[in-house]
């Protein structure tokens, strides 16, 4: 039998972008800053793993994670996800089906056919795209504290398509808006402050778990 674990865990989703080799300041700053456990894995056809990418094999593999976390000697209420870009869909899924703690967003969407609509000025390209990752539909099911984190002038996900998103996530729920045209590392933008607000919001039993 698993001992039950003192603190929090994050499980780490990254954006589509590079591997978790690239995700170190990320990965210190959560552990420092808001004093929580870090586990970073990378998607099957990523870095060292194995396989080849795909949407259901993302959502398999941090249901990988979350097992294994759990296989630890967590309980759901000391798990939490934090997703980034594309990561933010793959979070949302597991915490769509399973109990987390709290959920980080940092530069989220609705879907990827609503990511393309507004980055091609509403041209019907919906039958070219092969994956949907579609966070929206998927909203109804959560059921955790959710922190959104979206920079204003950000270069890849509109801040209209995270703002969508938030505002169709049952709560409780807050939005931290950051300053910049920044995509990846609107969490490193938020400041000594906000910083505590999030730690605050996401986290607020950080304590042994019973």
Do not use: C, W
């Not at 870009?85 to 980080?104: F, P, R």
């Not at 507004?118 to 955790?144: E, M, N, Q, V």
């Not at 939005?175 to 000594?192: C, D, K, R, S």
């Amino acid at each position: 039998m698993p001992r039950q674990h003192t603190g929090a865990v994050v499980i780490v989703s990254h954006g589509n972008a590079g591997n978790i080799s690239d995700r170190y300041e990320m990965g210190e700053y959560l552990t420092q800053e808001l004093d929580v456990n870090v586990l970073m894995y990378d998607y099957r056809g990523y870095g060292m793993s194995e396989g080849e990418p795909s949407e259901e094999g993302t959502y398999s593999d941090i249901r990988g994670a979350y097992a294994y976390i759990r296989s630890r000697g967590y309980p759901p209420s000391m798990v939490f996800v934090f997703g980034q870009s594309l990561g933010t869909a793959i979070a949302i899924d597991l915490a769509a089906q399973e109990t987390v703690g709290g959920i980080i967003l940092e530069a989220p969407f609705t879907s990827v056919r609503a990511l393309a609509r507004h980055l091609t000025f509403g041209l019907p390209i919906d039958y070219l795209l092969t994956t949907r990752y579609d966070s929206l539909s998927k909203t109804h099911g959560i059921r955790a504290p959710v922190a959104v984190i979206h920079s204003r002038r950000d270069p890849v996900i509109p801040f209209a398509l995270g703002m969508d998103l938030y505002q169709q996530l049952p709560g409780p729920k807050r939005f931290f808006e950051v300053q910049g045209e920044i995509h990846e590392g609107a969490l490193l933008a938020l400041g000594i402050e906000r910083t505590r607000e999030l730690k605050e919001f996401v986290f607020p039993k950080q304590q042994t778990a019973p």
